[in-house]
């Protein structure tokens, strides 16, 4: 059982967990989130593994993989109004529901930190869905707080 970088030989177990993804996502915001679809085809899993802007992390289990963390690395230079920073966004973690409770979430969220650490980033963020009651307790017990709050009106 290891942390590591997604290759191209774990297209098909993200994409099983991208299902979860939007599964959830779907639950708490049908309005906005369509149900059985995925975020990305494998064909563009393809791309976006050998792009490391874009780096993609997976729990691997003996060739099956658990969890994943899609992230993506930014920065700011040379701004008017910002100062220069380098952030890591975690854009998804997803641990497989058949594998939740055993830390997978801890470790794939310790690897993205590290990672971000030795990139020389300045922060991590990421955002978390009102309504997604257990992402959002696993981040806060992580370490992470609330940097801000988006709002909506819904007409």
Known sequence: MSVRRANSGDI???????YQVDAVHHAIRP????????????????????????????????????????????????????????TLY????????QHRGQHIGQSLYEYVRNYAKSIGCNNITLNVWEGNKPAYAFYKSMGMHVQK???EVIL
């Open 12 to 18: 098909q177990g993200l994409m099983a967990l991208l």
């Open 31 to 86: 309005d906005l989130f369509k149900p059985d679809i995925t975020k990305y085809n494998a064909e563009e899993l393809a791309v976006i593994i050998k792009d490391d802007s874009k780096p993609i992390f997976v729990y691997d289990s003996d060739g099956r993989i658990c969890g994943h963390a899609f992230c993506q690395v930014s920065e700011v230079r040379d701004h008017r109004l910002l100062q220069d920073i380098k």
């Open 90 to 97: 975690i854009d998804d973690i997803c641990v497989d529901e």
């Open 149 to 151: 709050t988006g709002m």
